[in-house]
Structure formats: structure tokens, C-alpha cells
């Protein structure tokens, strides 16, 4: 079982810039393909980006697409996810979560193991 925990949330003003980190512990980092979800007050959560064990395959959300870029440090047991040109509807809280799927996937239902979240808020 391995544990996840989200930093790097804030506030910030639209255009601005954020780096998300997620930590890993208790199990082999390199063997979870990983993923980033956001939950906006009132909606579901939902697919941002995701990233293969060894970091070669990524996939991204059409809205964040461009502007985001997720990351993998497997030395560091460490996911990035660096988001740029923020907008307001980017609000959310940000969950990293671990999934045994191979090599990538954009579905919550394949992701077993969750972070507590990290709030980002963008302002007009």
C-alpha cells in the first residue's frame, strides 16, 4: 500500500503559476502509474493528468492542455504537476492518486490509493 500526500496548493492570481507536489511512502513508487484529479465545489471529481510508471506516456485533459505538464521523479518518489496560465475555473481541490493500471489512465474508478487534496484558488 503506498501513501500519498499532496503540497504546493495556494492562491494565486489568474496568469499566475503553481506547482503541485505529491509525495509518495510505504510501498516501490515506480511501480503505481500516477494520475492528478480536481474537485470544483458541487461538481465530481475529474480527470486533469496522468503519467506511466516510468514517466514516457502522459495524457491530459482538453481544458488544461497546453498549460499544464505533469512530472515524475522515481528516484524522489515524487509526481509534479506544474500549471501555468491559471484561470479562475481551474479552482478546485487537486488529489494525486496511484493506480496499478498500466501504462495510463484517466478514469477514477482505476485509481486505488488517494491523497487528501490540495486547495488551489485562482482569482479574477
Known amino acids: 500500500q503506498v501513501q500519498l500526500v499532496e503540497s504546493g496548493g495556494g492562491l494565486v492570481q489568474a496568469g499566475g503559476s503553481l506547482r503541485l507536489s505529491c509525495a509518495a511512502s510505504?510501498?516501490?513508487?515506480?511501480?503505481?502509474?500516477m494520475g492528478w484529479f480536481r474537485q470544483a465545489p458541487g461538481k465530481e471529481r475529474g480527470f486533469v493528468a496522468t503519467?506511466?510508471?516510468?514517466?514516457?506516456?502522459?495524457d491530459y485533459a482538453n481544458s488544461v492542455k497546453g498549460r499544464f505538464s505533469v512530472f515524475r521523479d522515481n528516484a524522489k518518489n515524487t509526481m509534479y504537476l506544474s500549471m501555468n496560465s491559471l484561470k479562475p475555473e481551474d479552482t478546485a481541490v487537486y488529489y494525486c492518486?496511484?493506480?496499478?493500471?498500466?501504462?495510463?489512465?484517466?478514469?477514477?474508478?482505476?485509481?486505488?490509493?488517494w491523497g487528501q487534496g490540495a486547495q488551489v484558488t485562482v482569482s479574477s
Open positions: 492518486a496511484a493506480s496499478i493500471f498500466s501504462p495510463i489512465s484517466t478514469s477514477t474508478r482505476d485509481y486505488a490509493y
Open positions: 510505504g510501498h516501490t513508487f515506480s511501480i503505481y502509474s
Open positions: 503519467i506511466s510508471r516510468s514517466g514516457d506516456v502522459t
